[in-house]
T-cell receptor, first 110, second 115 residues
Framework: GNSVTQMEGPVTLSEEAFLTINCTYTATGYPSLFWYVQYPGEGLQLLLKATKADDKGSNKGFEATYRKETTSFHLEKGSVQVSDSAVYFCALGNFNKFYFGSGTKLNVKP | DTAVSQTPKYLVTQMGNDKSIKCEQNLGHDTMYWYKQDSKKFLKIMFSYNNKELIINETVPNRFSPKSPDKAHLNLHINSLELGDSAVYFC??????????????FGDGTRLSIL
């Protein structure tokens, strides 16, 4: 079957620290992988995506690489800002059905 | 212009009432979804429609009934509301049918509180 597992939060970091949020998946076929971000009181916004193995998605300083051998899609950012504080969701899309991880809350302190 | 808009943004009502949430997308997408997000932020798909046809119907009480008058609209009607229905409901849309795996675009959510 299809599923997504991501690290539990909350994750608390100081500004300019390095961020990693782990995400692993199980899937049949050839899924696409996504990271979404949800700011307080808002809906989810697509942050980045990768559609095939070894693709790297990137946006706003965030990156994630589709690793088929480790079935992972870890989110990274070299230097976080207070404005990055939000909930981050890893997601898998397969045959137009989406599977979301449980979300990881990130708190960035000045 | 808002891509996926849902109304109302907040809905406070009493147990046992019937309520509807409306969703419209102006992106020209073929597929629309309803999700329920609980207090722990866990996101669960409820329904998916592709070109006005139901393609995904997860295990959801039959008090919840989606209606899609056209492919730009997917409304959610809830009968006999219960305390456990309190959550944030998100509408989303994406382009393409089965297998396309295009990203979803989300509305801002409807915060439903049952008294």
């Amino acid at each position: 079957g299809n599923s997504v597992t991501q690290m539990e939060g909350p994750v608390t970091l100081s500004e300019e620290a390095f961020l990693t949020i782990n995400c692993t998946y199980t899937a049949t076929g050839y899924p696409s992988l996504f990271w979404y971000v949800q700011y307080p009181g808002e809906g989810l916004q697509l942050l980045l995506k990768a559609t095939k193995a070894d693709d790297k998605g990137s946006n706003k300083g965030f990156e994630a690489t589709y690793r088929k051998e480790t079935t992972s899609f870890h989110l990274e950012k070299g230097s976080v800002q207070v404005s990055d504080s939000a909930v981050y969701f890893c997601a898998l899309g397969n045959f137009n059905k989406f599977y979301f991880g449980s979300g990881t809350k990130l708190n960035v302190k000045p | 212009d808002t891509a996926v808009s849902q109304t109302p943004k907040y809905l406070v009502t009493q147990m046992g009432n019937d309520k509807s949430i409306k969703c419209e997308q102006n992106l020209g997408h073929d597929t629309m979804y309803w999700y329920k997000q609980d207090s722990k932020k866990f996101l669960k798909i409820m329904f998916s429609y592709n070109n006005k046809e139901l393609i995904i119907n997860e295990t959801v009480p039959n008090r919840f009934s989606p209606k899609s008058p056209d492919k730009a609209h997917l409304n959610l009607h809830i009968n006999s509301l219960e305390l456990g229905d309190s959550a944030v409901y998100f509408c989303a849309s994406s382009q393409g049918g089965l297998g396309s795996n295009q990203p979803q675009h989300f509305g801002d959510g409807t915060r439903l509180s049952i008294l």
